[in-house]
C-alpha cells in the first residue's frame, strides 16, 4: 500500500512540474484539470489493452466487462463471467 501512496506522489509531483512548464497555476483552470482526468483514464485502460492486441488475444465485449465492470462500478463481475 506505500508503493501506491508513493506512486501517487511521485506522480502529483511530474503533474506539478509539467504546470510550472507550461506556466499554469495550480489548481488549474478547470478544462485543463478535466483533460488531465481524462488522459490518466485514457492511459490507464491503454495498457492492458495494448497487451492484449499484442498477445493477439480476443478484444470483446465479455473481456471488457470483466477487466473493466469493477474499476468503472466499483463492483466485482458475476462469478459466472470470466475472461476469455
Request: no cysteine; hydrophobic share 45%; proline share 8%.
Amino acid at each position: 500500500m506505500l508503493k501506491t501512496y508513493a506512486i501517487s506522489l511521485a506522480a502529483g509531483a511530474l503533474a506539478g512540474f509539467i504546470y510550472a512548464l507550461i506556466d499554469v497555476n495550480s489548481p488549474a483552470p478547470p478544462i485543463i484539470a478535466l483533460l488531465g482526468l481524462f488522459g490518466m483514464q485514457v492511459g490507464e485502460h491503454l495498457l492492458p489493452l495494448a497487451k492484449r492486441l499484442i498477445h493477439r488475444q480476443p478484444v470483446n465485449l465479455r473481456w471488457f466487462r470483466h477487466e473493466y465492470h469493477h474499476k468503472i462500478g466499483d463492483t466485482t463481475p458475476p462469478s459466472g463471467d470470466k475472461a476469455s
